[in-house]
């Protein structure tokens, strides 16, 4: 992909196109770039692999970095860096390729959970997500971020073949689902082909969308939960009349009567 502007990092390590001059003109979603401390964190402590600087797959993995940052906060598709203008699609799984104004209108997270398979499950529905209803949704399960690193490399451009590895920590609900705080994860394969500014022009990616959203939808439902909580409540109820009477005082121990008729006075 396109190869930064020595000021463009905003002070990122990892991301590239965030600031400089380069950026003046940007239209931000969300009013300004971005900062991702929290994930950037996440990734440190939790990675796999440790690239050298300078390597194939350090290359790789910080210009999908920055290309997902665009993705996600870039509202026009004339400000991005990471892809070729008017030749950029994006398919998932071998579906239907997404233009680079498509895949800017649902979002990152719809263009990977289109499968129409996965609205039958209740587990997602792209057709109903919005870009923003679908990163709020992700953003709330995962609080501290979805970091993301490259596994391995196998082959250079301008046809780039990468495995990759995308965690986060459920610590947030998901679709009535409540928080496990166990890691959620998914791993993948993708062939990423570029121009020759490094530039992205078509991008395929392979991976088990069962694989992430298994562990959003473990934890309990909140529709069980509050049955539980009904049911104890319930019972806590049903325990505290057997032993008070009306009046509020304490009812003494009842015996058999038939026992008790038969005892001397």
């Keep these: 992909m396109a190869a930064p502007a020595a000021d463009s990092s905003g002070g990122d390590r990892y991301r590239s196109h965030l600031a400089g001059e380069g950026e003046k003109d940007t239209v931000w979603r969300h009013g300004a ?30 210009a999908i970095k920055t290309w997902e940052m665009e993705m996600s906060h870039k509202a ?6 990471t892809v070729s203008p008017g030749r950029f699609s994006l398919s998932v ?29 209740g ?11 679908s990163h709020d949704l992700f953003r709330a399960a995962l609080p501290r971020g979805f970091a993301w690193e490259v596994l391995r490399v196998y ?29 959620v994860e998914f791993h993948g394969v993708a062939v990423l082909k570029v121009d020759e500014q490094l530039r992205a022009e078509d991008v395929e990616v392979y991976y088990d969308p069962g694989e992430l959203l298994g562990g959003l939808i473990k934890g309990a439902q909140d529709d069980v939960v509050e049955e ?25 121990p009842q015996g058999c009567p038939f026992l008790s008729a038969g005892k001397p006075e």
Excluded: C
């Design 33 to 62: 770039p971005p900062t991702y401390d929290a994930v950037n964190a996440l990734f440190e402590a939790e990675r796999t692999q440790e690239w050298p600087a300078g390597s194939l797959e350090e290359t790789v993995q910080n």
């Design 76 to 81: 026009r598709l004339s400000d991005f860096k």
């Design 93 to 121: 799984n071998g579906g239907p390729a997404l233009s680079g104004e498509e895949a800017l209108a649902v979002g990152s997270y719809n263009a990977l959970l289109s499968s129409p398979m996965l609205a039958t499950t």
């Design 123 to 133: 587990a997602y529905d792209a057709a109903v997500e919005t870009f923003k209803s």
């Design 155 to 183: 082959s250079a451009p301008p046809v780039i073949v990468f495995k990759f590895r995308h965690w986060g920590h459920m610590e947030g609900p998901y679709k009535g689902h409540a928080p496990t705080g166990e890691k």
């Design 228 to 252: 539980e909580r009904g049911e104890v409540a319930l019972a806590e109820r049903l325990s505290e009349a057997a032993t008070v009477s009306p009046s509020g005082a304490d009812q003494p």
